[in-house]
């Protein structure tokens, strides 16, 4: 059966650095997704994707954050100066539809020290 | 704005006991009812859906949830649990206008043989 594969599984980086959280989508989607979870806390949309460009995008979703398709396959998540509150686990999403049926990815963790 | 509310944060139950997880949302346009499972270290699994058309609306492993949309509900029941369903249960809603999903903070069923 498909699925959404995301690496790595778990990031551990240093506050200011650069993270890249990439992302498989399932083949023959066209809509794509970020969603992160803090611990202890509710699942929250990050960015929407769709057409080679951002659709939606929320509040947490500033100038450190940025996405990209940079091939046919790849999405990819880039924090670009990673702080203490973005210690969360990160999930890719994607959808053949905009129905809202979304297939998620298991998750990657990341700890910023 | 949008909001899922989820109640109870943990569910005990026994096996092949009947469980009501709660779920109730406000939402000032028409939107989309989800439940997702999140089974320990794995990514989120979409458990069953409503659109339109009927209100009780059937997933996988023999979990059903009812929309009511006078008290604005969409609860997911099972009429008998397995140790097997024993995982975190998200409720969520995609308002009809946006592409996000929008999670409640999650039930955490525990089923006891």
């Known amino acids: 059966e498909p699925e959404v594969t995301q690496t790595p599984s778990h990031q551990v980086t240093q506050m200011g650095q650069e993270v890249i959280l990439r992302c498989v989508p399932i083949s023959n989607h066209l809509y794509f997704y970020w969603y992160r979870q803090i611990l202890g806390q509710k699942v929250e949309f990050l960015v929407s994707?769709?057409?080679?460009?951002?659709?939606?995008k929320s509040e947490i979703f500033d100038d450190q954050f940025s996405v990209e398709r940079p091939d046919g396959s790849n999405f990819t998540l880039k924090i670009r100066s990673t702080k203490l509150e973005d210690s969360a686990m990160y999930f890719c999403?994607?959808?053949?539809?905009?129905?809202?049926?979304?297939?998620f990815g298991e998750g990657s963790r990341l700890t910023v020290l | 704005a949008q909001s899922v509310t989820q109640l109870d944060s943990q569910v005990p139950v026994f096996e092949e006991a009947p469980v009501e997880l709660r779920c109730n949302y406000s939402?000032?346009?028409?939107?989309?009812l989800f439940w997702y499972v999140q089974y320990p270290n794995q990514g989120l699994q979409l458990l069953l859906k409503y659109l339109s058309g009927s209100t009780l609306v059937k997933g996988i492993n023999g979990f059903e949830a009812e929309f009511n949309k006078s008290q604005t509900s969409f609860h997911l029941r099972k009429p008998s649990v397995h140790i097997s369903d024993t995982a975190e249960y998200f409720c969520a809603v995609r308002p009809w206008n946006t592409d996000k999903l929008i999670f409640g903070t999650g039930t955490r069923l525990q089923v006891f043989p």
């Open positions: 999403a994607s959808t053949g539809s905009n129905t809202g049926e979304l297939f």
């Open positions: 939402s000032s346009v028409s939107v989309y």
């Open positions: 994707f769709y057409n080679n460009e951002i659709s939606e």
